[in-house]
């Protein structure tokens, strides 16, 4: 099937930067739009940005100008800089992919496991 896996949370500074990173995996044909998205404690799951297979972008109006989600699609992998941290980014994130296997026509999202981000001095 499919495996996305996530890299790169840890903890961080107010101010600092992390780079996550997640590579798709598994008998895919073709991947559509992915992204990133996150969830802080007892809040619900959030977009923070996504970014077409042709690179068009969007982003959550919270972290519009610290953020920057990019991808390579011959690595299958999308990436998301964040630079300016703050406390309340602080959640575990996810990678989401709409991704079109050998074995089936039809898209389907897929997840990752998630990766902690802390931000906190």
């Known amino acids: 099937q499919v495996q996305l896996m996530e890299s790169g949370g840890g903890l961080v500074q107010p101010g600092g930067s992390l780079r996550l990173s997640c590579a798709a995996s598994g008998s895919i044909f073709r991947i559509f739009s992915m992204g990133w998205y996150r969830q802080a404690p007892e809040k619900q799951r959030e977009l923070v940005a996504r970014?077409?297979?042709?690179?068009?972008?969007n982003y959550a109006d919270s972290v519009k100008g610290r953020f920057t989600i990019s991808r390579d699609n011959a690595k299958k992998t999308v990436y998301l800089q964040m630079n300016g941290l703050k406390p309340e980014d602080t959640a575990v994130y996810y990678c989401?992919?709409?991704?079109?296997?050998?074995?089936?026509?039809?898209?389907?999202?897929?997840w990752g496991r998630g990766t902690q981000v802390t931000v906190s001095s």
């Open positions: 989401n992919a709409d991704i079109i296997l050998y074995s089936s026509p039809v898209s389907k999202a897929y």
């Open positions: 970014i077409s297979n042709g690179g068009s972008t």
